[in-house]
């Protein structure tokens, strides 16, 4: 079992920059490739970023790449979500989940925080 727990949401400004974190505990969180994914109200979830459990490979959404960053501390047991350049079309919850699978689907991940509210306004 893995427990995920996210944090650093809040409300910025269009053109600013946040950094979210998401804590696990239990398993070895080396064993879990770690994603974010993002929900609005009456939209499917989205796919944001994924990084494999050594931190060696990453993958990013269209729209994210060149804004977002995603890395992990094993160390800290924590994963990172850095997002500059903000639009308010960013606004959502952000949710951390962790999977065996290195993917971006989400019917993959089975491990899956509460989520952090995101708010950008223009």
């Known amino acids: 079992q893995v427990r995920l727990v996210e944090s650093g949401g809040g409300l910025v400004q269009a053109g600013g920059s946040l950094r979210l974190s998401c804590a696990a505990s239990?398993?070895?969180?080396?064993?879990?490739?770690m994603a974010w994914f993002r929900q609005t109200p009456g939209k499917e979830r989205e796919f944001v970023a994924a990084?494999?459990?050594?931190?060696?490979?990453?993958e990013y959404a269209d729209s994210m790449k060149g804004r977002f960053t995603i890395s992990r501390d094993n160390a800290k047991n924590t994963g990172y979500l850095q997002m500059n350049s903000l639009k308010p079309e960013d606004t959502a919850v952000y949710v951390c989940a962790a999977s065996i699978w290195y993917s971006r689907q989400a019917t993959l991940y089975n491990y899956w925080g509460q989520g952090t509210q995101v708010t950008v306004s223009s």
């Open positions: 990084i494999t459990g050594s931190g060696g490979s990453t």
């Open positions: 239990g398993r070895t969180f080396s064993s879990y490739a």
